[in-house]
C-alpha cells in the first residue's frame, strides 16, 4: 500500500475503493505532519515477524550533518 502522499491520499473515510479492507486508520495530522496507518494481520503467525518498509524522497538532515563531520565523508 503506497502512503508516500499520505497528506494527500489519506481518504476522509476508510470505506474507499483503494483503502485495503484490513486498515482500520489511516490518517494524516497537520500539527505534527505525522502520517498513521494502522492496520489488522487476520492470521496466526509464530516465530519472528518482519515488516519491510521503504522510504522515498527522504532526507535526514542528521546523517548529512553526520557525514559532514567525517574528514572522509562516510558515514559509519
Known amino acids: 500500500m503506497d ?3 499520505c497528506d494527500v491520499n489519506a481518504p476522509p473515510a ?3 475503493a ?3 479492507a484490513n486498515v482500520k486508520r489511516w490518517m494524516w495530522d497537520n500539527s505534527t505532519s505525522t502520517c ?3 492496520f489488522e494481520i487476520d492470521e496466526q503467525w ?3 515477524v518482519f515488516l519491510y518498509y521503504g ?3 527522504y532526507a535526514s538532515q542528521a546523517s ?3 557525514a559532514a563531520a567525517r574528514p572522509n565523508g562516510l558515514v559509519v
Open 3 to 5: 502512503y508516500t502522499l
Open 14 to 16: 476508510l470505506g474507499d
Open 18 to 20: 483503494n483503502v485495503p
Open 36 to 38: 498513521t496507518l494502522e
Open 64 to 66: 548529512a550533518d553526520h
Open 55 to 57: 522510504l522515498t524522497k
Open 46 to 48: 509464530t516465530g519472528p
